[in-house]
């Protein structure tokens, strides 16, 4: 088994980020009054955090406790019918805490709402299938894929990693090629533990390329047998041009009109 290595900020520092550029951060608008979005912080009344419009998109912070409640009112009185995108992302880094948020749409009106809230490792959501069906995956997803638990969610089950599967992967100290669970997990599961020595862990690299493999590549100008070994060298081959279908376009022996027919 390789070694293993700590994972407590695997992707906190990219070699390709240049430490001193900024983001820049999307204008935030108020709410004018009489408008649309006026009228939904009214129906809220003081059950929203903080508010504010950015790129024509109602953004509103509130209580986690309180989202379902919250949602429900969006739906109900304020015809935003349609819940598009929920999710989280991961700053327990910064702050020990995941950030949820669900996208909503008001078909009629052509709005659309972000709500926010903020959720502590470790604590749960409330679903909010009772009030769109679309939750049901979307509430799985964010549970395989955070670890993040949905309080009378139907059928709280991962569904896009296996049933057995360690860790979740949208979790930022979670290895962009997985863990060493991951590098032996189908070696374990199709032929066991104790072929491990013989097969070896799963190499999850896709940009690796092996110099001698002669099985998966393809090798213009250095064709071989398939499965050949290539240990030793191998010899160049000329490339060769159809004269009829293909142009080599290396060779200076083309025509060049002087005027447009």
């Not at 509103?60 to 349609?82: M, R, S, V, W």
């Not at 189908?186 to 390329?209: A, L």
Request: glycine share 6%; aromatic share 12%; hydrophobic share 35%.
């Amino acid at each position: 088994m390789r070694k293993y290595t700590p994972k407590d900020n695997v992707q906190g520092k990219s070699y390709y980020t240049d430490r001193f550029w900024v983001a820049p951060r999307v204008p935030r608008m108020e709410v004018e009054e009489g408008s649309h979005f006026a009228n939904v912080l009214k129906a809220l009344g003081k059950k929203a955090k903080e508010t504010y419009i950015e790129i024509g998109t109602l953004v509103i912070h509130i209580d986690a406790k309180k989202n379902l409640e919250i949602i429900k009112i969006l739906k109900e009185k304020c015809g935003y019918t349609q819940c598009s995108e929920q999710s989280a992302v991961d700053y327990l880094a910064n702050d020990g805490e995941f950030e949820l948020f669900y996208q909503l749409l008001n078909i009629t009106e052509a709005k659309r709402i972000r709500v926010v809230c903020r959720l502590k490792k470790g604590a749960a959501i409330e679903s909010i299938t009772p009030l769109f069906k679309s939750a049901n995956f979307a509430e799985r997803e964010m549970f395989d894929m955070f670890g993040i638990y949905v309080n009378n969610h139907p059928f709280l089950k991962r569904i896009l990693m296996p049933d057995d599967w360690h860790g979740h992967p949208l979790l930022k100290t979670y290895p962009l090629h997985g863990d060493e669970a991951a590098s032996w997990y189908e070696v374990d599961k199709i032929f066991g533990k104790e072929y491990r020595d013989v097969i070896g862990p799963e190499n999850r690299d896709p940009s690796r390329i092996d110099r001698y493999d002669t099985k998966r590549f393809s090798r213009v100008g250095y064709e071989v047998p398939f499965g050949a070994d290539i240990s030793e060298g191998e010899k160049e081959n000329p490339i060769e041009y159809s004269e009829t279908i293909l142009v080599d376009y290396t060779k200076d022996s083309g025509k060049q009109l002087d005027e447009r027919r």
